[in-house]
């Protein structure tokens, strides 16, 4: 990775504030970044450094870089809570070989809710202190840009399934137990979208997810990679998929057919195993729950398991994303086989999609998703998006039932940009 010339230390001043209304709505027009749940978390604008970066060394090189830069910061925090002082928010390619890249974006403002605490950090790079701050609302009639379109990205519908098709004939064969085969769809629309109405949506829908936005990445994720706060791991494994009706009768009963369905408990089991043998080396103790609890979205119903574990070796949340990815969540099982075939049949550059998403503070605290229900803005043009979803594929998969499984997870995102 390669950080931005800086100088001059970089310096950060924390204090504590009143209430400033919801963070989302301080977002000014223009470029955000935002990690937000249950209305709590991390909202930051402006650009004080950027780290970007790729390939297989793209972990470390943030971690290094990161490192280097705290080595030097002057560093005023009053209020010392995980997410105080200096933060960079990050985004990190699914896989080393995409030309997306990775980025660390250190934001020069950032406004951070936990409890009955809010606060607020100033961040320079140039050596001066930073400026002075005031908090606005940036209230606004949340509208859906006209003319939105939906059509298929890399491949057509019929193409997918039948790559789903040829990995459950490899499965089959003995080659891989389970992989993660994602597609994409392109949304267009006649007018330019702002992302804060989407991120407004997604949080409003489904509080229950983080909601991020980094560098032109915005989702809401219902997966937590890991978090680390004072030496407390937490990771939270969902694989095992079914869609709801939306009819609470109907669903209790889904919900009950898919904690008991051995499809879904077995690519569940091998997620949970993938990141209770990664957290390993890290941790002293580690506990995986004897069975998963369906969680409740909107959209669809997950099975879920929360591993905790204690760190033991002084990794930083940014070394624990790294450890975990990618997760069979994600990837499949052998992790380095699933992968290899994902290279094969799944016909697309994921990019950032399914990759850790999230932030680090100075202590090495973090957060850390997996960048699922998520879209990605084009560069070039801030009226095309790409839209993501994937399906972990077993033995027993249906074609027809895993495309399904993926609009069902299109939904949120799709949602966000047509209502």
Same mark, same amino acid.
């Given at each position: 990775?390669?950080?931005?010339?800086?100088?001059?230390?970089?310096?950060?001043?924390?204090?504590?504030?009143? !209430?400033?209304?919801?963070?989302?709505?301080?977002? @000014? @027009?223009?470029? =955000?970044? #935002?990690?937000?749940?249950?209305?709590?978390?991390?909202?930051?604008?402006?650009?004080?450094?950027?780290?970007? =970066?790729?390939?297989?060394?793209?972990?470390?090189?943030? $971690?290094?870089?990161?490192?280097?830069?705290?080595?030097? #910061?002057?560093?005023?925090?009053?209020?010392?809570?995980?997410?105080?002082? @200096?933060?960079?928010?990050?985004?990190?390619?699914?896989?080393?070989?995409?030309?997306?890249?990775?980025?660390?974006?250190?934001?020069?403002?950032?406004?951070?809710?936990?409890?009955?605490?809010?606060?607020?950090?100033?961040?320079?790079?140039?050596?001066?202190?930073? #400026?002075?701050?005031?908090?606005?609302?940036?209230?606004?009639?949340?509208?859906?840009?006209?003319?939105?379109?939906? $059509?298929?990205?890399?491949?057509?519908?019929?193409?997918?399934?039948?790559?789903?098709?040829? +990995?459950?004939?490899?499965?089959?064969? =003995?080659?891989?137990?389970?992989?993660?085969?994602?597609?994409?769809?392109?949304?267009?629309? $006649?007018?330019?979208?702002?992302?804060?109405?989407?991120?407004?949506?997604?949080?409003?829908?489904?509080?229950?997810?983080?909601?991020?936005?980094?560098?032109?990445?915005?989702?809401? $994720?219902?997966?937590?990679?890991?978090?680390?706060?004072?030496?407390?791991?937490?990771?939270?494994?969902? +694989?095992? *998929?079914?869609?709801?009706?939306?009819?609470?009768?109907?669903?209790?009963?889904?919900?009950?057919?898919?904690?008991?369905?051995?499809?879904?408990?077995?690519?569940?089991?091998?997620?949970?195993?993938?990141?209770?043998?990664?957290? /390993? @080396?890290?941790?002293?103790?580690?506990?995986?729950?004897?069975?998963?609890?369906?969680?409740?979205?909107?959209?669809?119903?997950?099975?879920?398991?929360?591993?905790?574990?204690?760190?033991?070796?002084?990794?930083?949340?940014?070394?624990?994303? /790294?450890?975990?990815?990618?997760?069979?969540?994600?990837?499949?099982?052998?992790?380095?086989?699933?992968?290899?075939?994902?290279?094969?049949?799944?016909?697309?550059?994921?990019?950032?999609?399914?990759?850790?998403?999230?932030?680090? !503070?100075? *202590?090495?605290?973090?957060?850390?998703?997996?960048?699922?229900?998520?879209?990605?803005?084009?560069?070039?043009?801030?009226?095309?998006?790409?839209?993501?979803?994937?399906?972990?594929?077993?033995?027993?998969?249906?074609?027809?039932?895993?495309?399904?499984?993926?609009? /069902?997870?299109?939904?949120?995102?799709?949602? +966000?940009?047509?209502?």
């Amino acid at each position: 990775m390669t950080t931005a010339p800086a100088l001059a230390p970089l310096i950060a001043r924390t204090v504590a504030i009143s !209430d400033p209304g919801p963070l989302l709505t301080l977002l @000014p @027009p223009g470029p =955000g970044l #935002a990690w937000v749940r249950h209305g709590e978390g991390l909202v930051g604008w402006g650009e004080a450094m950027r780290v970007n =970066g790729g390939g297989e060394s793209r972990f470390d090189s943030a $971690t290094r870089a990161w490192a280097d830069v705290m080595a030097r #910061a002057v560093v005023r925090d009053e209020v010392r809570m995980p997410g105080t002082g @200096p933060v960079a928010f990050g985004s990190f390619a699914f896989s080393p070989t995409s030309p997306a890249g990775s980025v660390l974006v250190v934001p020069e403002v950032v406004v951070g809710h936990r409890g009955d605490t809010w606060w607020l950090t100033t961040i320079s790079a140039d050596g001066a202190l930073p #400026a002075p701050v005031t908090l606005a609302q940036h209230e606004r009639d949340l509208r859906a840009p006209e003319g939105t379109r939906f $059509t298929d990205g890399a491949r057509p519908r019929e193409d997918w399934k039948a790559a789903v098709g040829e +990995a459950i004939a490899r499965i089959e064969a =003995g080659e891989v137990e389970k992989v993660v085969l994602a597609r994409d769809v392109l949304a267009r629309t $006649t007018d330019d979208v702002d992302p804060r109405d989407m991120l407004a949506r997604l949080a409003d829908g489904y509080p229950n997810c983080w909601t991020f936005s980094v560098d032109g990445l915005l989702g809401a $994720t219902p997966e937590m990679l890991v978090k680390l706060e004072r030496g407390l791991v937490t990771s939270r494994v969902l +694989a095992g *998929t079914i869609r709801r009706t939306r009819n609470d009768e109907q669903d209790l009963a889904l919900a009950a057919s898919l904690a008991r369905s051995s499809k879904d408990l077995e690519e569940h089991e091998y997620a949970v195993r993938s990141v209770a043998e990664a957290l /390993a @080396p890290h941790c002293a103790t580690t506990n995986v729950p004897d069975s998963p609890f369906v969680l409740h979205l909107p959209n669809v119903m997950h099975l879920a398991t929360d591993v905790t574990a204690v760190l033991a070796d002084g990794a930083s949340s940014l070394d624990l994303a /790294a450890a975990l990815h990618p997760s069979a969540a994600v990837c499949g099982t052998p992790t380095s086989a699933a992968a290899k075939l994902i290279e094969a049949v799944e016909g697309m550059d994921r990019a950032r999609y399914a990759g850790p998403v999230g932030w680090v !503070d100075g *202590t090495g605290d973090g957060e850390w998703g997996i960048a699922l229900r998520s879209a990605q803005f084009d560069p070039e043009n801030p009226r095309q998006l790409r839209l993501f979803a994937g399906c972990g594929i077993v033995a027993g998969s249906d074609p027809e039932a895993e495309l399904a499984e993926s609009e /069902a997870k299109l939904l949120p995102v799709k949602g +966000a940009l047509s209502r």
